[in-house]
């Protein structure tokens, strides 16, 4: 694992984040890793890349471990020749990123494509028994900021980012678990 800094064309102030990289099955796989606390793994859609993240990072970041990959071929990501750029490549590669960076106890989010992706790398993990998903409703729109070490692991702390395709539905959901989790 190597860091680099961003090349010219990308604009540090709208992403002040170490740029990282893994090689994973002949491809490099550019990386953020920002935070401590409970890990997210930030997986973005198609066609965007890592700085999709950039906003939640920062709002999340005193909180969580912020680890957003870019799919190879996206963001500064490199992939080997012959890469197809398919959901379930995407899932395999997802797969070996969590193994090579020993990522345990993920907490998946995932916008657009990312979110079947992680599920088919999160399904895979689970058949191999490495086990590091687990799953919480998304969050919600909501201005309420909880900043405990309790109930930042919890989903009512993740309501404190405001992301666009947020549903009543997971709203709900949220609520439901922190009620019943007493946060």
Not at 154 to 183: C, D, F, M, Q, V
Request: with cysteine; glycine share 8%; net charge negative.
């Amino acid at each position: 694992m190597a860091e680099c800094a961003l090349p010219a064309w990308a604009d540090d102030d709208l992403f002040p984040f170490t740029s990282r990289f893994v090689d994973i099955d002949e491809h490099t796989v550019h990386y953020v890793d920002e935070g401590s606390g409970p890990t997210l793994l930030l997986l973005h859609g198609n066609p965007t890349w890592s700085f999709l993240w950039r906003d939640v990072i920062r709002a999340l970041r005193d909180n969580f471990r912020c680890v957003a990959p870019d799919y190879p071929g996206f963001g500064l990501s490199t992939a080997k020749p012959g890469y197809r750029y398919l959901p379930e490549e995407h899932a395999d590669v997802v797969t070996g990123f969590v193994d090579a960076l020993g990522l345990s106890e993920v907490t998946l989010v995932g916008q657009d494509w990312g979110g079947p992706i992680g599920l088919a790398a999160a399904q895979r993990a689970r058949a191999s028994s490495s086990g590091w998903f687990s799953s919480t409703p998304g969050p919600a729109r909501s201005t309420a900021t909880r900043t405990s070490r309790r109930s930042a692991a919890s989903p009512s702390a993740l309501r404190s980012a405001s992301w666009p395709g947020s549903s009543t539905l997971s709203s709900r959901r949220s609520s439901r678990w922190a009620t019943e989790n007493g946060n």
